[in-house]
């Protein structure tokens, strides 16, 4: 699943979450088609983005793009802690899981992070 800008929809994607108002009304359920006219609806409803079924981009510039502008949302967020080296450990799982997430799948379990905010390895491992 991917969020995607209602102006980056393409036709044929299938919504992969239900659409819904700040109040929780279901705007359009799970497992729609996106066509012309859903992109449009969706447009006329202020709807900024939805999530759609498939994990890749159009483009690798796109990826990094995307990619680049949530790491640096990260280290905002981690920006007055980073005199804390567990929470800095923290920052560095979610960037993993972020490069992770948005990259081709590669076996290996997540990293553990001890209580200095040091990298261990893998669950499990050494």
């Known amino acids: 699943m991917i969020r995607v800008k209602v102006e980056k929809l393409r036709e044929g994607q299938l919504l992969a979450q239900d659409v819904t108002r700040g109040d929780g009304v279901v705007l359009m ?3 729609r088609e996106i066509t012309s006219e859903v992109i449009s609806l969706l447009d006329r409803l202020e709807v900024e983005s939805v999530v759609v079924e498939g994990d890749s981009f159009t483009s690798e510039e796109e990826r990094l793009a995307w990619l680049k502008e949530q790491e640096q949302a990260l280290y905002t967020r981690f920006s007055r802690v980073e005199d804390d080296p567990l929470l800095m450990g923290v920052r560095e799982l979610f960037r993993r899981r972020l490069v ?3 990259s081709p799948k590669t076996p290996g379990a997540d990293p553990v992070v001890n209580t200095m905010g ?9």
């Open 100 to 102: 992770k997430g948005c």
């Open 118 to 126: 040091q990298i261990m390895g893998p669950k499990g491992g050494d």
């Open 29 to 31: 359920a799970k497992g």
